[in-house]
Nanobody, 117 residues
């Protein structure tokens, strides 16, 4: 049983920054990997970034150099620092957990990020 609460979304101008937070509640099982998916209406869900308990990270090519994922293992919290935001970053962002980055499931309700041009 994993409960995820995402926060930090909002409206920002192109070039601005936002930081998303996801607090996970549970025993820690299936939290070896934590990350963020995003989905905009009419588009397929995509993996934005992920991080393992040990600190290994993966990023979508579209966000490399602009987004930074981190986690606080003691708090079971994952963060996504988003900088130099672009309109194409507009989406609902979902926090996900899993045993592996490749098997993460987005459990949360998501947080809306809107980037205006």
């Amino acid at each position: 049983q994993v409960q995820l609460v995402e926060s930090g979304g909002g409206l920002v101008q192109a070039g601005g920054s936002l930081t998303l937070s996801c607090a996970a509640s549970g025993s820690g099982v299936r939290m070896n990997a934590m990350g963020w998916y995003r989905q905009d209406p009419g588009k397929q869900r995509e993996l934005v970034a992920a991080i393992t308990r040990g600190g290994s990270t993966n990023y979508a090519d579209s966000v490399k150099g602009r987004f930074t994922i981190s986690r606080d293992n003691a708090k079971n919290t994952v963060y996504l620092q988003m900088e130099s935001l672009k309109p194409e970053d507009t989406a609902v962002y979902y926090c996900a957990t899993g045993s592996l980055i490749s098997t993460m499931i987005p459990w949360g309700q998501g947080t809306q990020v809107t980037v205006s041009s």
